[in-house]
């Protein structure tokens, strides 16, 4: 088919159909009873809660409110009683006859009291009621109890305490989700993708728990509206503002600082959300630093590195039927090192600087059609930036004024401009539909070098060389219909239709989508689920840290998209207060891009990063087990995960299949959280996982070459050459680890203030967080690992008020 007729006959296709379903579904429906719909909101704050249950007793059905709150449910004619519920709050019931579609917008309060908190309305909606597998969500009350580094609390670490999302590594924040590498996880936050989410080298995440009001991540049986990336979607919506009241937090850790104000711009009608955050290592290193310089001013240093990041929405009721929300999120790193040396008449100077920022913007429109039909509009920008620079100059201060300077700038990035429009239809209680398109377009810079030099003896050079800058067109249309085909089997069917232009090529692909959820007669469910999914943005990294200079590349003529087929089927049932799951997962995964061997970041200074690369294809598998409370005093959850995960490239390791870098056969993470009282709160955690695989010298041979190529000469000089193992053919050492943390509480008149004591690595084993392979005195080779977290006391202070 040719490319210009793809989307269009694909729309034209999927609207016929949507069309003709949705008109015989409705003209089924309006003879079954009236819609019932509205927003369930916090009755403190006035914001929406996501996923908060609508149910009915008398037809054994029920609704949960979407990203925004709003919900929608057919009942019949007549009397209906339906309850309102969600975690953590007082559920309410309510009492009507009905003879029309009814608006009711529903208000919950919190639970004053720990056993208030309900789960669910009705038994309904629990883990074995939904379609949706392999998706995990954390209460964010429980994210802010957990240990945490530095009495820092991070959002990407607690999911790393889930089963099939793993660490990169001691202390970092990557994402490794079902034998996935982290370019293939699509993190948005409030529906904006963010292209790098670390801070401090990915130790910590971008991320401000304060900020943040409701976090999910699905690693797999991906509805149609899911797509760009082959291993999970990670969803963070950031909190909307206090509708009611002026509200604040302020939180003092021994790393950085962050505050948190929120409130009414117009009461019940327009509100706003502000949080900001900053390290200050250099604040507590600059009297270090200038105590030093003071020994020796003929010497001075200027180490710096902070980072920050800044949160902000507006979140404004138009009118009964319309809602716009305005999202930025901005943050930046920056590392540096600047020297002056002074001797006579001479100035060296020398500056070396490494920063990274992101920039997130959002605007939303959601418009309510009638009681069936909601609609959001979405426009994003996303911008993700990297600098790195050296400059050397000296001056001579005589007579003649003489000076040199030497300078180097990399700069590299990605920046995307995206439209989105997603719709959904409660057409009846039996189906519900999806649909929706988008388009982004994105601007790529995958590296270009500046040299500047200037003398006062020699004509200046100003030039600059490196990998074009590219720019790539993404469309993609969904549908996709969430129907009840028995009392005992519902269904999630869709279609994801994409194509991708860029450099004159165009790429398209049409990925179907099913889960299946059979509830069995105990009241355990069965699911099953197929998606296929393509991805055509590429990450080029190096194995190790997540490091700033990691390149996002596109899909080009010479570099086709990466592709997986990903099979999972499940079982899942709710003892109590307990959700129980079991999961089995297969992924084949194409199209994979890694650097070839000896290739790194430096080769694409000045060479084409597509020479650099090679492709190839991979697998994971594994089985997945988690027991989580998240409701009462005691909460936490077990989980343990057995997986494998293996690539093959036909450049890398002569072809042969090897393990994934972050292949882990075993990985088990205990977590409990328990309530004293309003006053003492306590959490503790201990993670265990297999080593991580990678390539070490296994022996080394001594040979001999000439001391000089350019003049006869008889001597020779000797020579160790180091040979390799295969691929990933050794691990580190088993990593385990145990977190403590205990909070203490008082209510003042005006606030309530917070004491946060927190240990990481109780029993303080030194994990490895790199290994090096060493020459003992006897000439053999022995495998050294070392770590860099010790056990590590901390304190911070939080105020809310």
Not at 388 to 401: K, L, V
Request: aromatic share 12%.
């Amino acid at each position: 088919m040719s490319r210009f007729l793809f989307l269009p006959t694909t729309l034209a296709v999927a609207c016929v159909m949507l069309l003709a379903s949705a008109n015989a579904l409705q003209a089924q429906s309006s003879s079954e009873g009236y819609q019932l719909s509205g927003y369930i909101l916090d009755a403190a704050s006035g914001e929406a809660l996501i996923g908060a249950t609508v149910w009915c007793t008398s037809i054994n059905a029920g609704v949960s409110s979407n990203t925004y709150g709003y919900y929608s449910l057919q009942l019949p004619t007549g009397p209906q009683k339906v309850s309102v519920s969600f975690i953590g709050f007082q559920s309410q019931s309510y009492e009507f006859d009905l003879k029309d579609d009814q608006k009711m917008d529903v208000e919950l309060a919190s639970g004053v009291a720990i056993q208030e908190a309900i789960v669910t309305g009705e038994s309904f909606n629990r883990i074995e009621d939904q379609v949706q597998m392999s998706k995990m969500e954390i209460p964010m009350d429980q994210v802010r109890r957990l240990p945490a580094i530095g009495g820092e609390v991070d959002l990407l670490k607690s999911l790393q305490l889930m089963p099939g999302v793993q660490s990169g590594g001691e202390g970092t924040s990557g994402l490794y989700v079902r034998g996935g590498s982290p370019d293939q996880n699509l993190i948005v936050l409030d529906g904006v993708p963010l292209y790098s989410v670390s801070h401090l080298f990915g130790f910590f995440s971008v991320f401000n728990a304060d900020a943040v009001k409701q976090m999910s991540i699905t690693k797999g049986g991906f509805p149609a509206r899911y797509g760009g990336r082959l291993s999970s979607v990670l969803e963070v919506n950031m909190k909307d503002g206090n509708m009611r009241e002026y509200h604040g937090t302020a939180n003092v850790s021994i790393l950085a600082s962050k505050f948190t104000v929120e409130g009414p711009i117009v009461k019940d009608k327009a509100s706003f959300m502000l949080s900001g955050r900053r390290t200050y290592l250099d604040l507590l290193l600059n009297p270090v630093i200038n105590s030093i310089n003071a020994n020796d001013p003929s010497v001075e240093t200027d180490p710096r590195y902070f980072f920050y990041d800044l949160n902000g929405k507006v979140n404004w009721k138009v009118g009964p039927k319309d809602r716009v929300y305005l999202s930025v999120f901005n943050g930046k790193d920056d590392f540096g090192l600047a020297a002056t040396e002074r001797e006579g008449v001479s100035t060296s100077t020398f500056d070396f600087g490494l920063d990274w920022k992101n920039q997130v913007l959002a605007a939303r429109w959601n418009h309510e059609w009638n009681s069936k039909l909601f609609s959001n509009l979405t426009l994003t920008q996303s911008e993700y930036n990297f600098n790195t620079g050296i400059q050397f100059s000296e001056t001579e201060n005589n007579a003649d004024s003489t000076s040199s300077s030497f300078a180097s700038l990399y700069r590299s990035g990605i920046i995307d401009y995206a439209a989105r429009m997603d719709f959904s239809n409660a057409v009846n209680n039996k189906h519900y539909l999806r649909y929706g398109g988008n388009i982004t377009l994105r601007k790529f810079n995958p590296g270009a070098t500046t040299l500047q030099f200037q003398d006062s003896d020699f004509p200046g050079i100003d030039t600059t060389f490196g990998s074009s800058e590219l720019q790539s067109v993404e469309r993609f249309l969904y549908l996709e219909d969430e129907v009840q085909l028995s009392d005992r089997v519902k269904a999630n069917f869709g279609v994801h239709a994409t194509a991708l232009q860029v450099n004159g090529t165009f790429f398209p692909s049409l990925q179907p989508r099913a889960a299946l959820n059979w509830k069995m007669k105990d009241g355990s469910a069965l699911k099953f689920s197929y998606a296929q999914m393509q991805q055509f943005v590429h990450l080029l990294t190096n194995e190790g840290l997540s490091l700033p200079t990691d390149l996002w590349v596109p899909a080009t003529d010479e570099v086709t998209p990466q592709l997986s087929t990903q099979y999972a089927a499940g079982w899942a049932k709710t003892f109590g207060e307990i959700e129980v799951s079991i999961e089995g997962y297969y992924k084949a995964m194409d199209g994979l891009i890694s650097y070839r061997e000896g290739a790194s970041f430096g080769n694409t200074f000045n060479s084409r990063w597509e020479d650099q690369v090679t492709q190839g294809q991979g697998n994971a598998y594994g089985l997945e087990w988690l027991f989580q409370k998240k409701i009462g005093r005691t909460t936490g959850w077990i989980g343990y995960t057995l997986s494998w995960a293996n690539r093959q490239f036909d450049a890398i390791n002569s072809g042969d299949w090897f393990p994934y870098t972050y292949d882990r056969r075993h990985d088990a993470s205990v977590v409990l959280m328990h309530r004293f009282s309003d006053r003492i709160d306590f959490s503790a955690t201990w993670v265990y996982g297999t080593g991580r695989a990678l390539t070490l010298p296994e022996s080394t041979f001594r040979t001999f070459l000439p001391s000089s190529f350019t003049t006869a000469s008889s001597d020779f000089d000797a020579l160790n050459v180091e040979v390799p193992s295969e691929k990933n053919a050794y691990r580190t050492s088993p990593y385990h680890r145990a977190d403590l943390s205990l909070t203490l509480s008082k209510e003042k008149a005006a606030y309530s203030r917070s004491f946060i004591f927190s240990i990481y690595n109780v029993y303080n084993n030194l994990n490895p967080f790199f290994s090096l392979v060493e020459e003992d005195v006897d000439g053999s080779l022995s495998i050294v690992e070392y770590g860099i977290f010790p056990i590590i006391p901390s304190i911070a202070w939080r105020a809310e008020f």
